[in-house]
């Protein structure tokens, strides 16, 4: 791995090195299981698609969390894949209203469908992936303060110089997004990408990078849960969510 240049690292990660964070990605969400391809978490306003776990804005809701399922679906047409549900790319928005509306309707045709389709194109979703923290470098170098711009970089370099560092810079990106969204903060403290690197101690490229990234995307993770409104009931993600972090630290 080139610490020099993270963007290319990434780009040139082997096809059995992009499989591998596909699989450990889908694993991360939901258990590398076909049903958890369409999925609705207790207590949120919305449903999550594919090994991404890709979110989709019910017609109304406008929350603060990027929307990224149909930027996926436009990903997907881009690169001429074939077989995309009709009923998905004519959807101008998820058509199910709330949770007890999508469950009702898991096992029909819509979902079944869908889940399908996705389930034969995990290697499509992870280029999108990919593609997606490709570009997340840029806007924080853009959204940072400018006395942060520097340790961004660095311990961006230092995470991305081992395969298990760039997957956990890839995973991050899709897990809790860039952080450069102002909606996804609270009391004015974000938790992406751009606030783990600001978060980071000052530690050598390599396995120590990869194990510091891992431990400051808990603390920041921590803090948005005490941040959160109680109402949400946030605490209840801890473990997994630490879970997934540690996975960051381990080697592929």
Same mark, same amino acid.
């Given at each position: 791995?080139?610490?020099?240049?993270?963007?290319?690292?990434?780009?040139?990660?082997?096809?059995?090195?992009?499989?591998?964070?596909?699989?450990?990605?889908?694993?991360?969400?939901?258990?590398?299981?076909?049903?958890?391809?369409?999925?609705?978490? /207790?207590?949120?306003?919305?449903?999550?698609?594919?090994?991404?776990?890709?979110?989709?804005?019910?017609?109304?809701?406008?929350?603060?969390?990027?929307?990224?399922?149909?930027?996926? $679906?436009?990903?997907?047409?881009?690169?001429?894949?074939?077989?995309?549900?009709?009923? /998905?790319?004519?959807?101008?928005?998820?058509?199910?209203?709330?949770?007890?509306?999508?469950?009702?309707?898991?096992?029909?045709?819509?979902?079944?469908?869908?889940?399908?389709?996705?389930?034969?194109? /995990?290697?499509?979703?992870?280029?999108?992936?990919?593609?997606?923290?490709?570009?997340?470098?840029?806007?924080?170098?853009?959204?940072?303060?400018?006395?942060?711009?520097?340790?961004?970089?660095?311990?961006?370099? @230092? $995470?991305?110089?081992?395969?298990?560092?760039?997957?956990?810079?890839?995973?991050? /990106?899709?897990?809790?997004?860039?952080?450069?969204?102002?909606?996804?903060?609270?009391?004015?403290?974000?938790?992406?990408?751009?606030?783990?690197?600001?978060?980071?101690?000052?530690?050598?490229?390599?396995?120590?990078?990869?194990?510091?990234?891992?431990?400051?995307?808990?603390?920041?993770?921590?803090?948005?849960?005490?941040?959160?409104? @109680?109402?949400?009931?946030?605490?209840?993600?801890?473990?997994?969510?630490?879970?997934?972090?540690?996975?960051?630290?381990?080697?592929?």
């Amino acid at each position: 791995m080139n610490p020099g240049n993270p963007s290319s690292t990434i780009s040139q990660l082997s096809q059995s090195e992009r499989n591998k964070i596909g699989m450990k990605i889908w694993q991360n969400e939901s258990g590398g299981k076909v049903s958890g391809l369409t999925h609705w978490n /207790v207590g949120e306003e919305f449903p999550s698609m594919g090994i991404g776990h890709f979110i989709w804005y019910p017609k109304g809701f406008k929350g603060p969390w990027t929307e990224s399922f149909p930027r996926f $679906v436009n990903y997907a047409r881009q690169r001429g894949s074939q077989n995309i549900p009709a009923w /998905v790319t004519n959807a101008q928005h998820c058509p199910w209203p709330n949770r007890q509306a999508f469950l009702n309707d898991f096992n029909g045709q819509k979902l079944s469908s869908l889940r399908q389709y996705l389930a034969n194109n /995990v290697t499509l979703q992870t280029d999108f992936i990919i593609a997606t923290s490709e570009s997340a470098l840029p806007k924080m170098m853009a959204a940072a303060p400018a006395a942060q711009r520097a340790t961004i970089k660095n311990n961006y370099h @230092k $995470v991305a110089s081992t395969s298990h560092g760039t997957y956990a810079l890839i995973d991050y /990106v899709n897990f809790k997004g860039d952080g450069t969204n102002p909606k996804e903060r609270y009391n004015n403290q974000g938790w992406g990408l751009m606030w783990v690197l600001m978060e980071m101690r000052n530690v050598p490229a390599g396995q120590a990078a990869a194990s510091e990234f891992a431990a400051a995307a808990k603390r920041c993770l921590d803090r948005r849960i005490q941040n959160s409104p @109680k109402a949400r009931g946030e605490s209840r993600w801890k473990a997994g969510w630490h879970n997934r972090c540690n996975t960051y630290a381990r080697p592929l």
